[in-house]
């Protein structure tokens, strides 16, 4: 259970994009279609913005994409915003019930 | 709408227990699989738990195997974390977590405010 290699930070200036890769092994996030991002503002609760790989729960922006090769998923945002300015974590699925999470990424919007 | 309140944390002695509740409401409890996820202060997410809606299924991180027990009880709404054998590195800011889909253990999508426990002499 290794948590998942994402870089510490990236940044933007508004109305660019960003990629984030998490990268994981082939018995995580190569293994299977179950990866997941969040978004995590100061003092919150983390929020769901990608599952399945590429789905947007309902009400999340569709500047946010995300998508995988091999061991490597990435999270990419389009048109950035100020108010993306967030950490942002991947989760990929392990098998027997478990996850493992990304060591996070912060976003600073320039 | 979906709401999960989490209690019980405090300032424990390491070696010792604590009990955090999660007191669920706005949604039928019993359909969905719940997970425990941690946050030490200033540090990244950690995964830590996982029971099916049913409560026949569970898993833990290594790092908690064999110390901690989830448990649930859908006639109260409310999700348990028994952590005996409490160490300095499990302090932390402790969420539960509704899973997205019903009877689904995969992705925690509706977080509580979370519990911060700390372990210290």
């Known amino acids: 259970q290794s948590a998942l290699t994402q870089p510490r930070s990236v940044s933007g200036s508004p109305g660019q994009s960003v990629t984030i890769s998490c990268t994981g092994t082939?018995?995580?996030?190569?293994?299977?279609?179950?990866v997941s991002w969040y978004q995590q503002h100061p003092g919150k609760a983390p929020k769901l913005m990608i599952y399945?790989?590429?789905k947007r729960p309902s009400g999340v922006p569709d500047r946010f994409s995300g998508s995988k090769s091999g061991n490597t998923a990435s999270l990419t945002i389009s048109g950035l915003q100020a108010e993306d300015e967030a950490d942002y974590y991947c989760?990929?699925?392990?098998?027997?019930?478990?996850?493992?999470f990304g060591g996070g990424t912060k976003v600073t919007v320039l | 709408q979906v709401q999960l309140v989490e209690s019980g944390g405090g300032v424990v002695q390491p070696g010792r227990s604590l009990r955090l509740s999660c007191a669920a409401s706005?949604?039928?409890?019993?359909?969905?699989?719940i997970h425990w996820v941690r946050q030490a202060p200033g540090k990244g997410l950690e995964w830590v738990a996982v029971?099916?809606?049913?409560?026949?299924?569970?898993n833990y991180a290594d790092s908690v195997k064999g110390r901690f027990t989830i448990s649930r009880d859908n006639s109260k709404n409310t999700l348990y974390l028994q952590m005996n054998s409490l160490r300095a590195e499990d302090t932390a800011v402790y969420y539960c977590?509704?899973?997205?889909?019903?009877?689904?253990?995969?992705?925690?999508?509706?977080w509580g405010q979370g519990s911060l426990v700390t372990v210290s002499s």
């Open positions: 029971i099916s809606y049913d409560g026949n299924d569970k």
């Open positions: 082939r018995s995580d996030v190569g293994g299977y279609n179950f």
């Open positions: 706005g949604f039928t409890f019993s359909s969905y699989g």
């Open positions: 399945d790989v590429s």
């Open positions: 977590a509704k899973d997205q889909s019903e009877m689904a253990t995969i992705y925690p999508a509706y």
């Open positions: 989760c990929s699925y392990a098998g027997s019930y478990t996850l493992v």
